[in-house]
């Protein structure tokens, strides 16, 4: 007599260890444009880029003067960022941290609080995350989030438990205490983009910038 039995879903640290080690690069190795676009213009302290992937965005930060603190639940990933970072010559710029979000947060207060495409096909207490990621934002700080909207018009099937907050759902779950933070920018946009086998497409994204007021 055979049993069946429900397929017992991977963690996110199986997920990304097996999305990482089946591609030898899975990024484009350029910086978000969000990310460029928006902290262009801030003045370089201390940066937390939480998921950072194989690290173009805590590179970009690094070259422009940042000193960074990069995370992400992936060993591969974080040791594919290092290496790039090392070619780059930032190496002594940036510390690589493995946490898993859902269960730990990097120690440490910063000038810039980063979370690019956060997303997760597991239970990710993204709400939680992110408050958690704003009390890390120093007086005069920035938390950045920037996520997708939907999938891409070129994704066929659902994945149900992946979530894609947009900007206002993103401020709520924040519940920043009044009169301590700015809304910077707070937008959604769809725009062309070209898929895995070269199809035209339309992504939509949006972006949520806000700053820690000064005491």
């Not at 879903?9 to 080690?21: A, G, I, L, S, V």
């Not at 269960?103 to 207060?109: C, E, M």
């Not at 900007?167 to 205490?177: H, K």
């Amino acid at each position: 007599m055979s049993h069946d039995h429900a397929a017992v879903p991977p963690t996110d640290e199986q997920f990304w260890e097996d999305r990482y080690r089946g591609s030898d690069q899975v990024w484009s190795g350029k910086p978000n444009a969000a990310l460029v676009r928006e902290a262009a213009g801030l003045t370089p302290g201390a940066a937390l880029d939480l998921g950072c992937g194989e690290g173009a965005d805590a590179i970009w930060l690094a070259a422009h003067g940042w000193r960074v603190t990069a995370v992400d639940v992936s060993p591969t990933a974080l040791r594919r960022g290092a290496s790039h970072a090392a070619v780059a010559g930032l190496g002594d710029h940036i510390d690589w941290q493995r946490h898993d979000l859902a269960t730990a947060f990097p120690d440490g207060r910063y000038d810039l609080v980063s979370a690019c495409f956060l997303h997760s096909r597991g239970p990710l207490p993204w709400r939680a995350v992110l408050r958690t990621a704003s009390a890390a934002v120093v007086p005069g700080g920035v938390l950045l989030v920037v996520g997708h909207r939907t999938f891409p018009s070129w994704h066929v099937g659902q994945h149900e438990n992946v979530e894609f907050p947009g900007p206002d759902e993103v401020l709520a779950a924040l519940a920043l205490p009044d009169r301590e933070w700015e809304v910077l920018v707070k937008e959604a946009y769809e725009f062309a983009a070209t898929g895995p086998e070269g199809q035209p497409g339309t992504r939509s994204d949006s972006t949520l910038k806000v700053r820690r007021l000064a005491d």
